[in-house]
């Protein structure tokens, strides 16, 4: 079965740096997108980043000039560079992939979330 697996969460000071990680394992045929989102208390889950096999990348506003996304397709994974990190930006962020395992049927897929928290 097609796992996602996230990681480099963890507490940081306020103007700090964090790096995301996830990979993407099992019957994979085609991976279209990978992404992160992220989901504060009492919050919907929002868009971060994302990324498509062609190397086209949307970001959310609020993290434009300090994040960036980036793919490495022959490893199935996505990274999440976050610089100059906000209080704000406290949440639990889930790596997203949509992807195929036989070429017929495309689903969504998620990971386990991991916490990032950043202190004022």
């Known amino acids: 079965q097609v796992q996602l697996v996230e990681s480099g969460g963890g507490l940081v000071q306020a103007g700090g740096s964090l790096r995301l990680s996830c990979v993407v394992s099992?019957?994979?045929?085609?991976?279209?997108?990978m992404g992160w989102y992220r989901q504060a208390p009492g919050d919907q889950r929002e868009l971060v980043a994302t990324?498509?096999?062609?190397?086209?990348?949307d970001y959310a506003d609020s993290v434009k000039g300090r994040f960036t996304i980036s793919r490495d397709n022959a490893k199935n994974t996505v990274n999440l560079q976050m610089n100059s990190l906000k209080p704000e930006d406290t949440a639990v962020y889930y790596c997203?992939?949509?992807?195929?395992?036989?070429?017929?049927?495309?689903?969504?897929?998620w990971g386990q979330g991991t916490q990032v928290t950043v202190s004022s």
């Open positions: 099992g019957p994979i045929s085609t991976i279209v997108a």
């Open positions: 997203n992939a949509y992807l195929s395992a036989d070429y017929r049927t495309w689903d969504n897929y």
């Open positions: 990324i498509n096999s062609g190397g086209n990348i």
